[in-house]
């Protein structure tokens, strides 16, 4: 009887469970079915004006099918991308409902190239002769970057301003590790390979020193020169300013010719309807960035039959299938795979925004490309970091196209194993190992680094290095010790890269996909984006999804989206295995 009890329970359990998912299923789909209905449709209004906040994570690309994100409130509703709003910009331009740009966010959340490419665009909208203007109760630096792009900027007159040049900040471990027993141990290649140097020594190199000054100065130079163009400054003055704080009032930065007026936001509404033709009585009519794309105004129409796949690989490089928060050679190469079949499809283009990672990984993704380039033409662009890993995947296209702001470069490996010997010993636990042959007992985390296990190691980092140079010197046709000379782990600037050829020009993704277009031929085509994520039904409701979807919330809740980043960051570095291709430390310019 008791097992009759538990049978009828259960069976009773799994018919009202699969009763509340159908009506739950019924729900989202009505709940969809209106939101793309005519009654929920997004209209943009006659004399609207386009409001751009940006504190939303921006990514060059968020393929990601999930028909359940609305419904559970996903954070990847949180994600901006970054083809739409370049896409929503341009459709600005001709869109005779929107009659100019608002730029009201109180920080940028995206890498400094991607701003760079975001106020390019708003220079090119501006030659519609619409208007674009700024505001802000504070500036962050980047967010004065993008802003002075603007005809007029306003601050709020009790408000301040960040501008100060830019800097870059590592910790050192060293001394930790000698105090707590638990270290690092660390084979590389490249006097520059300065992601492990933290773990080496408790102060920065001079080698460090040099490429770090190298590429902040040069990266700087960007910003000045925009800077300077747009409010009519010599980089001499532009300069002057940030070394002495002369924006960091309101106050001071009218003075200085950094702002053009303190107002409230009230006051601020009103200049936006007077150039919009409208009293202030009047009520103003703003489309958010959110709504503007979701109107159909994040894609550019076309109808021709030739096509340009866009490959976006965005994250760490790591060996596995690949998911929109990584790069794996799963996803890539099934995606390579699905392009080189699609007669529809004319060339390639490969947007790189990753510091690299699993040398492994990248050799795999490096050999599709190399497969899929003998059949169409490959062009890279480069976004806010192609480095190492990411360079390594990048070196062999036709055409590479960085942005001058790009860090890219970074041609050195490294290889990085935990050990707490000294601290197992001092806290009384004695590890030993039995085993069959020599080798058989490999690496302990509780005994020191043997002599040979050490160069069996060295050996395939040196032979991995050897490889990447090999790689970058048949990509661009130099010589392996022209590769040598500027490899070591350095980084680069995408200006720079273009001076010692590891880039061939500089410009933005539309750039290279017109490159791409030249190389094929074709004068008429669509984009077509890659790789493609799907969410199916059974991973939206596995228990493990919602949680990690709940604890992803709860964290940028609590830590707000820049301290989550560096959270993901550090997670990230903690988490990498085997042999690395990979940026030096977690890079944070500020």
Known sequence: MTFLRELLAVILGVFIAGGIMFFIFIAMVSASASSFGEDGAVVVKNNSVLELKLEQSIKDDYSVTDPFADFFGSSDGDVLEMHEIISAIENAKTDDNIKGISINTLYVNAGISQTQTLRNKLL???????????????????????????????????????????????????DFEDKYGVKMEIIRHGKYKSAVEPFLTNEMSDANREQISSFLNSIWSEIVTDIGESRGK??????????????????????????????????????????????????????????????????????????????????????GEGDPSYIGQGKMIEALRKIRKDKKVKAIVLRVNSPGGSALASDLIWRELELAKKE???????????????????????????????????????????????????????????????????????????????????????????????????????????????????????????????????????????????????????TTNYPRFKVDFQD??????????????????ELGIENYNIYTNMKDFIDLK?????????????
Do not use: H
């Open 124 to 174: 090119e909208f501006k030659e519609s002769g619409k208007f674009v203007v700024a505001y802000a109760d504070v500036f962050t630096q980047k967010n004065y970057y993008l802003s002075s792009v603007a005809d007029s900027i306003y601050m709020n007159p009790v408000g301040a301003a960040d501008f100060k040049g830019l800097s870059s900040e590592v910790l050192y471990f060293k």
């Open 578 to 590: 085997g042999v690395q291709a990979r940026m030096p430390y977690i890079l944070e310019i500020k």
């Open 376 to 526: 169409k033409p490959l062009v890279v662009s480069m976004g806010n970091l192609a480095a190492s890993g990411g360079y390594y995947i990048a070196c062999n296209a036709d055409s590479i196209v960085a942005e001058p702001t790009t860090i890219t470069g970074s041609i050195g490996v490294f290889g990085m194993i935990p050990n707490a010997n000294e601290f197992a010993s001092r806290i009384g636990i004695n590890a030993e190992q039995v085993g069959t042959n020599k080798q058989s007992v490999g690496y302990s985390v509780f005994e020191p680094m043997s002599d040979d296990f050490y160069k069996v190691t060295k050996e395939g980092i040196e032979d991995t290095y050897t490889t990447f140079v090999d790689r970058v010197a048949t990509g661009r046709g130099m010589t392996a010790e022209q590769v040598d000379n500027i490899a070591q782990g350095r980084v680069w600037t995408g200006a720079e890269a273009l001076e010692n050829g590891l880039v061939d020009k500089l410009g933005s993704l539309e750039d290279a996909i017109e490159i791409a277009a030249e190389l094929a031929d074709i004068e008429s085509y669509r």
């Open 540 to 557: 939206a409701f596995s228990p493990f999804s919602i949680s990690l979807k709940a604890k992803e919330k709860l964290l940028k809740e």
């Open 234 to 319: 010599s980089a001499k003055e532009i300069n002057q300013i940030a070394d002495d704080l002369l924006i960091r009032t309101p106050a001071l930065a009218l003075q200085n010719n950094m702002i053009d007026g303190q107002l409230y936001f009230d006051q601020y509404e009103d200049k936006l309807k007077t150039l919009v033709g409208l009293d202030s009585a009047d009520s103003l009519n703003k489309i958010t960035l959110n709504d503007y794309v979701s109107s159909g105004k994040g894609r550019m129409r076309s109808s021709a039959t030739d096509k340009i796949a866009v490959l976006y690989a965005q994250g760490n490089i790591m060996y």
